[in-house]
C-alpha cells in the first residue's frame, strides 16, 4: 500500500495551498505528534496533530528546526499543552 502523506504534510485553510511540509514537530504522548506548518505561499502558521504513522518522516523538533519563527514555535508548544491538559483531564474523569 502507498501512503500518500509521507511527510504529515496538510493543506493552508488560507489560501488553499497542499502539500505543505510540516517545519517542525513535537510529540504528543506515545503514539502522536503535533506538526506546525507556515505556508510558503501566504505564510499562515498552524499547527495540526496527527497519529504517528510508522514509516512516516518525523519532522524536526523545534529546537533542531533553526529556521522555525517564534510565533510558530509559541504555537506548537500552546497546542501541545492544550492536547496534554485534555488527557490529564480524561484520566481524571470517573465516568
Ligand atoms: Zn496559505
Known amino acids: 500500500m502507498t501512503d500518500h502523506n509521507r511527510a504529515y504534510a496538510d493543506a493552508c485553510e488560507r489560501c488553499g495551498q ?3 511540509i510540516p517545519a517542525a514537530a513535537i510529540r504528543d504522548g506515545d503514539t502522536g ?3 506546525g506548518y507556515r ?5 499562515a502558521v498552524w499547527t495540526c496533530g496527527w497519529g504517528i504513522v510508522p514509516g512516516r518522516t518525523v ?3 523545534p529546537a533542531a528546526a533553526d529556521f522555525l519563527d ?4 509559541a504555537l ?3 497546542q501541545a ?4 491538559a485534555h488527557k490529564h ?3 481524571r474523569d470517573p465516568a
Do not use: K
Open 70 to 73: 517564534r510565533h510558530l514555535s
Open 39 to 43: 505556508c510558503p505561499n501566504c505564510h
Open 18 to 20: 497542499y502539500d505543505v
Open 59 to 61: 519532522p524536526p523538533e
Open 33 to 35: 505528534i503535533v506538526c
Open 89 to 91: 483531564a480524561a484520566r
Open 81 to 84: 499543552a492544550v492536547n496534554r
Open 76 to 78: 506548537l508548544h500552546e
